[in-house]
């Protein structure tokens, strides 16, 4: 079975601009979360989506938002890139949307800004 | 803030000998705790995971010990190998608004 693809793999981007992120879930899989991996911070939480709709949100501000699709792929966006986005962004799918389901992680999108 | 955390950012291991990676938790609420390990390059990949109402679980060369009284989590990997070099993370459901609540991690090195 495919495990979640990310991509693109790779981003550089400037300030000020905005971007797209893809992830597709294992298949059946339908609950899609995301994380922002940085060295400070380690991995946050961003949202996770559940059957199109976003379920919970992470301490983001309104610049970064996602959206889910009914095939349960997802996408985030992140708009007015600031320098201290660049991150490693991880996408994560689990059967379900409980707080008992484990997660299975992308290989995630490198996002520079400059 | 964090929640979960890690005894130590480092570990060096030999070979062959046993690993024990710690973790402690603050939330007394928790009730499921999952490990993942981090290979340079790639996303987490889950390792094991315990509910609160176990005390033990064993997987593949892996064992993960929970010991509610002092919120402390641990892995263990048994005859760690070279490909077991990894940061480890522990993680915590608590429920509500957040999926998961990661440790900072620690990194394993296991030398030949």
């Known amino acids: 079975k495919a495990g979640v693809t990310q991509t693109p793999r790779y981003l550089i981007k400037t300030r000020g601009q905005q971007v797209t992120l893809s992830c597709s879930p294992i298949?059946?899989?339908?609950?899609v979360s995301w994380y922002q991996q940085t060295p400070g911070q380690g991995l946050q939480f961003l949202f996770e989506?559940?059957?199109?709709?976003?379920?919970n949100k992470g301490n983001f501000p309104g610049r970064f938002s996602g959206r889910q699709f009914s095939n349960s792929r997802s996408e985030m966006n992140v708009s007015t890139l600031e320098l201290g986005d660049s991150a490693l962004y991880l996408c994560?799918?689990?059967?379900?949307?409980?707080?008992?389901?484990?997660?299975?992680f992308g290989n995630g999108t490198r996002l520079t800004v400059t | 803030g964090e929640s979960v955390g890690l005894h130590l950012p480092t570990l060096s291991v030999q070979e062959g000998d046993n690993s024990i990676i710690n973790c402690a938790y603050s939330?007394?609420?928790?009730?499921?705790f999952i490990w993942y390990k981090q290979e340079s390059g790639k996303g987490p990949q889950f390792i094991i995971d315990?509910?609160?109402?176990?005390d033990k679980r064993q997987g593949q060369r892996v064992t993960v010990l929970l010991n509610k009284t002092v919120k402390h989590l641990s892995l263990q990997i048994a005859a760690t190998q070279p490909g077991d070099s990894a940061v480890y993370f522990c993680?915590?459901?608590?429920?509500?608004?957040?999926?998961?609540?990661f440790g900072k991690g620690t990194k394993l090195t296991v030398n030949p």
């Open positions: 993680a915590e459901n608590k429920g509500g608004s957040e999926k998961l609540v």
């Open positions: 994560a799918s689990s059967l379900w949307a409980g707080a008992d389901s484990p997660l299975h």
């Open positions: 939330n007394s609420a928790s009730d499921y």
């Open positions: 315990i509910r609160s109402n176990m």
């Open positions: 989506y559940f059957s199109e709709t976003q379920r």
């Open positions: 298949s059946g899989h339908r609950s």
